[in-house]
């Protein structure tokens, strides 16, 4: 796995990702090559069409992005993958057509881009066919073998095993207690470590005992560290296989003693001066839609347009949160109803990316219920943030869910994972596939 914008994401699909840009920009080249009249090097470097292939690519990247082929990408149906990339690639036609109208200099001549399109359509369905299809046959994965079989353990190996192309295959687990745990087979004591670390190489051992005090080989865990084999705690490899921090191994001396757990000072400075930027920006660019919105609110029913929403804000300050007067299933899958939140972040009570905002009666309810749920409160609510475009259902389990998303927001907080949030925001909404 490889982290890119404080994510762990795997990295075929980085490789994925960086084969299709190669291709995309090939595609184009080569039609230009074709169908110019100018000589390459003219088009490319004198006329500027290097940045226009590079922009048409980028956009159907984007559009890839958007139709989830770089998260999903085992494929499934040949057609469906056909009709995605006949999607995308309109859009791109649409966008094209939009610059033109709008007198932009950065597009590509009408037959590099239509004999290029023609090339994608062939060659990008072709290679993501070869690729799902040798991924799946090769995958060995990272050998993880596990000590103990704790719960975590348990998640963490029904879970990739479920995803091979997270690139980890589970070894199985080494526990003193006999007998197996779900479907993971046990393959002997703690003792027997030496010998099936001799007979299948794992590339990483992975602590998962329930009371690591009692029967953990301390010093023959540090001579294989130092031998060269990677040494974690599961809770370590949950966060980055889960992307959010789990409550049930997370010790209290982590929370008191740790300055892991909670936003570093530079990072919430940093929040606080973009999000104060982006909030003006968008409130200057929604204004024409709230209006919009609030006469359809006026007119079709009854009460106010706004109404205030009792909520706790940062380390359990109240505020009142604005949000239209919901008269419509559209303005809350498009999430139109939450654009006067954009005033509660211009007031400095909530952020643009953060943990969404609770009423102070469910949150005096769920900290009687889950340990440590108040840590979620450290940094100012959000209009979306990790657990809404991660999770969305609802349900004490559930809200212990989204406290681990929260946690590992808290954690990892950065202005790179905001704009991953902010991004995937936009997709979920525009998608129709929607965000809690």
Not at 111 to 126: K, R
Not at 236 to 262: C, G, H, K, W
Not at 263 to 269: A, D, F, I, M
Not at 362 to 388: D, H, M, N
Request: net charge positive.
């Amino acid at each position: 796995m490889i982290r890119v914008f404080n994510v762990s994401i795997p990295s075929s699909a980085v490789a994925l990702a960086m084969a299709d840009a190669v291709l995309l920009f090939s595609c184009y080249l080569f039609a230009a090559w074709l169908v110019l009249d100018v000589p390459l090097v003219v088009f490319l470097f004198e006329q500027g069409g290097y940045w226009h292939i590079a922009f048409a690519t980028a956009v159907i990247m984007i559009g890839l992005n958007f139709n989830d082929l770089y998260e999903n990408y085992r494929v499934g149906s040949r057609i469906r993958l056909l009709q995605q990339f006949c999607l995308v690639l309109g859009l791109a036609f649409l966008l094209q057509s939009a610059l033109i109208y709008a007198s932009w200099g950065i597009l590509l001549p009408k037959w590099t881009m239509v004999y290029g399109s023609l090339l994608v359509l062939i060659i990008l369905p072709l290679w993501r066919i070869f690729f799902s299809t040798m991924l799946w046959k090769s995958m060995g994965g990272q050998k993880l073998l596990f000590l103990g079989s704790s719960p975590a353990m348990r998640e963490i190996v029904a879970h990739i095993s479920e995803r091979p192309e997270l690139g980890f295959a589970s070894l199985g687990y080494l526990d003193d207690s006999p007998g197996t745990v779900a479907d993971q087979t046990r393959i002997g004591s703690i003792a027997a470590l030496d010998e099936v670390i001799a007979e299948r190489h794992p590339a990483r051992i992975i602590v998962a005992m329930e009371q690591p005090a009692q029967g953990l080989p301390v010093e023959r865990l540090l001579e294989l560290r130092l031998g060269g084999i990677e040494i974690e705690e599961a809770a370590a490899t949950y966060e980055a296989i889960f992307r959010r921090v789990p409550t049930r191994d997370l010790p209290p001396s982590q929370l008191i003693f740790s300055n892991e757990m909670r936003p570093r000072g530079n990072s919430v400075t940093l929040k606080s001066a973009y999000t104060l930027v982006l909030a003006s920006i968008a409130l200057v660019i929604a204004l024409p839609v709230m209006a919009i919105v609030a006469l359809i609110v006026k007119f079709t029913s009854p009460g106010p347009v706004i109404y205030r929403q009792p909520s706790s804000g940062r380390n359990g300050e109240p505020f009142s949160l604005f949000k239209f007067r919901t008269t419509g299933r559209w303005l809350g899958r498009l999430r139109l109803d939450e654009l006067p939140e954009l005033f509660n972040v211009l007031r400095g009570e909530m952020s643009i990316v953060g943990p969404r905002p609770e009423r102070p009666e469910f949150v005096a309810a769920l900290e009687e219920r889950i340990p440590y749920y108040r840590q979620r409160l450290s940094v100012k609510p959000g209009i979306t943030g990790w657990a809404q475009i991660n999770q969305r259902r609802d349900g004490i389990e559930d809200s212990i869910e989204k406290l681990e998303y929260d946690r590992y927001y808290i954690k990892n907080l950065s202005i790179s994972l905001d704009a991953y949030i902010i991004f995937h925001t936009l997709k979920g909404t525009l998608t129709g596939r929607g965000i809690k």
